[in-house]
């Protein structure tokens, strides 16, 4: 993960955003008081939201690894699933 300092960040708010949206890597905005900031793509903030989500459901993670498992054999035809 790249980095730079808020002031830096600042001059460049517009070519920052895109570069995080275009790449989906978070750039770490610095301060000199002992907190930094993380700048990330809203598709990746809400990708983020969507997995911690998921994993908040008793049960869901082991049934998505379960069904990955399957064999494409034993999977129900498509105009058999209920959606």
């Not at 730079?4 to 955003?17: C, E, F, G, H, P």
């Not at 890597?25 to 903030?45: A, C, H, S």
Request: with cysteine; proline share 5%.
């Amino acid at each position: 993960m790249s980095a730079i300092s808020v002031t830096k960040a600042r001059d460049n708010i517009y070519q920052l955003l895109s570069e995080v949206n275009l790449n989906s890597q978070p750039i770490t905005i610095t301060n000199n008081r002992g907190k930094n900031g993380v700048l990330i793509g809203e598709d990746d903030w809400n990708a983020i939201q969507e997995t911690l989500y998921l994993n908040s459901i008793p049960g869901v993670a082991e049934s998505i690894i379960a069904g990955g498992n399957t064999p494409i054999e034993e999977c129900l035809p498509e105009e058999e699933v209920e959606w």
